[in-house]
């Protein structure tokens, strides 16, 4: 998950070799896109999913309407995803508004019981020199992102290769279904009836109208 633009389905891509995953006639994903693939181990396949980011087509609820109703779907079958990446890219220089609503509607869709899931990727290390990457990647870890990483998230950056990517999709210690925990939304929408906008992700959009 991220902004639109921020390297998720290049990530997908290099790690499957495929590419046009999550891409149509646009330049951007416009749907959930799940790939399965098999796991270098040989032994297991691993479904990568692709998200849509908000843009100048889709708005926020738009965006979460799409991602909500993919993740109530494999709930409902008792498919609970291992971990949740979330991408930034760090060529970005400001913590722009558009970049803390979208981190206030991902914390409300995870939920704190999923913090230590999820792994924050940095994107674009070719575009800023290495001083000033990790100087923004620093300041990324001890302020913006500082409540989840003390909950257990964790960071990575993503290098543009196919090792780098499977490099953090292994960072992802591997668990049974049995052991995994539904996503905060999952848990509102599904367990508890409630409204896209009655959820805590959607009132985090509302909350900022």
């Not at 896109?33 to 692709?50: A, E, F, K, Q, T």
Request: glycine content about 8%; hydrophobic content about 35%.
């Amino acid at each position: 998950m991220g902004p639109a633009g921020s390297g998720k389905t290049t990530f997908i891509n290099r790690a499957v070799g495929s590419p046009h995953v999550g891409r149509g006639s646009t330049s951007f994903t416009k749907e959930v896109c799940p790939v399965r693939y098999p796991h270098p181990d040989g032994v297991r396949s691993i479904i990568l999913v692709d998200t849509p980011g908000c843009n100048a087509v889709m708005t926020d609820f738009h965006v979460l309407g799409e991602i909500a109703l993919w993740l109530t779907r494999v709930y409902e079958k008792n498919i609970k995803l291992n971990g949740v990446l979330y991408f930034h890219p760090i060529s970005d220089y400001e913590i722009k508004e558009r970049m803390t609503r979208n981190y206030n509607i991902f914390k409300g869709l995870c939920g704190k019981d999923n913090f230590k899931n999820v792994i924050f990727v940095t994107t674009m290390w070719d575009r800023v020199s290495e001083e000033v990457g990790s100087e923004r990647e620093q300041d990324l870890q001890s302020n913006f992102w500082r409540e989840m990483i003390s909950l257990g998230s964790t960071i990575h950056r993503f290098e543009g290769t196919t090792e780098s990517a499977w490099k953090i999709i292994n960072s992802l210690p591997a668990s049974r279904m049995a052991e995994r925990r539904p996503l905060q939304i999952q848990r509102e929408m599904v367990d508890e009836y409630l409204p896209l906008h009655g959820t805590a992700a959607g009132r985090a959009i509302i909350d900022r109208l």
